[in-house]
């Protein structure tokens, strides 16, 4: 229990040390496509504690009006960092009629496992958007790892990836759902970047 509790409180010195387990990911999704966030909504799907909203809030006046974090403590934190974000559980906590210009799915779909299909089929019932902005974990067979902890929670309570959706997967689905790709960028053999806009957007 009182584990917990100093994980609730985030403090100048911790706060560094988070940074360092994500800054990597600032590095290699948020700060190349600065222009594709500046000056934009979004609505992040696996917020994680929010230091990189926190960030892009400050540097390209990205605001998360909506974030979805299964995890309590990581909601607790998030909170914290952003005041202004409205946060749920799960996607289908989420309100009907949500409008943004960008949703972020941030290495998600590895935790989604073979969900992944039914959590963006209620997630795009509930949000309309022009853009998609997505990074897959692309673990091989060889990459498969227990989930649960740290940054892999899970609500799914899974023990392996291998049923992480491939690429070729999502976008067929969002082509469905009426998302043209607009870029497709391979950073390493675990990571892909894909941006996705809306054929016919309706603000």
Not at 103 to 129: A, D, P, T, Y
Request: include cysteine.
């Amino acid at each position: 229990m009182q584990e917990k509790t100093k994980e609730k409180i985030i403090t100048l010195n911790n706060l560094e040390d988070l940074w360092l387990d994500c800054k990597k990911h600032w590095e290699n999704t948020w700060l190349p496509d600065r222009d594709f966030f500046q000056d934009k909504t979004c609505v992040d799907i696996g917020m994680w504690k929010g230091l990189l909203n926190a960030r892009a809030k400050k540097e390209f006046n990205l605001a998360t009006n909506i974030g979805v974090e299964p995890d309590e403590m990581h909601r607790l934190a998030c909170k914290k960092l952003n005041l202004s974000t409205t946060l749920y559980a799960n996607i289908e906590d989420l309100p009907d009629m949500i409008k943004t210009d960008i949703v972020l799915l941030h290495g998600v779909f590895s935790v989604m496992g073979k969900h992944w299909r039914q959590e963006l089929e209620n997630l795009f019932s509930k949000i309309n958007c022009k853009h998609v902005h997505i990074r897959l974990n692309g673990y091989s067979s060889r990459h498969i790892r227990p989930t649960g902890t740290g940054r892999q929670t899970s609500r799914y309570a899974l023990t392996s990836y291998k049923d992480t959706a491939t690429s070729d997967m999502v976008i067929d689905f969002l082509s469905k759902k009426g998302f043209d790709l607009l870029e497709q960028k391979t950073l390493s053999e675990k990571y892909i970047i894909l941006k996705l806009q809306k054929k016919i957007y309706e603000n």
